[in-house]
Nanobody, 112 residues
Framework: VQLKETGGGLVQPGGSLKLACVASGSISIQFMRWYRQAPGKEREFVAAIAWSGGSATVVDSVKGRFTASRDKASATAYLEMNNLQPDDTAVYYC???????WGQGTQVTVSS
């Protein structure tokens, strides 16, 4: 599966962004996961969504602000991010389970 993330950018604190991850190729996905990696830090798990049923979970640090969703018809996963804070600055990646495919990442910068 090939993955391509879009939707990153520069946003002020309190702002919003919606990331998209388009999957192509031989698609066999059980879960789509979102990770992020801030400068000088390890990559961390952010959210996951079950591809079939659509149930989603997010890490506690973004709960109430980030929402994961997907559109099976277009093979696209989304990560909607609200009330962004400087600590959310990172490169965001989507990742498939069980194949463990990765996208190239999209930069999110939260700064005034």
């Amino acid at each position: 599966v090939q993955l391509k993330e879009t939707g990153g950018g520069l946003v002020q604190p309190g702002g919003s962004l919606k990331l998209a991850c388009v999957a192509s190729g031989s698609i066999s996905i059980q879960f789509m996961r979102w990770y992020r990696q801030a400068p000088g830090k390890e990559r961390e798990f952010v959210a996951a969504i079950a591809w079939s049923g659509g149930s989603a979970t997010v890490v506690d640090s973004v709960k109430g602000r980030f929402t994961a969703s997907r559109d099976k018809a277009s093979a696209t996963a989304y990560l909607e991010m609200n009330n962004l804070q400087p600590d959310d600055t990172a490169v965001y990646y989507c990742n498939t389970y069980p194949a463990d495919d990765w996208g190239q990442g999209t930069q999110v910068t939260v700064s005034s």
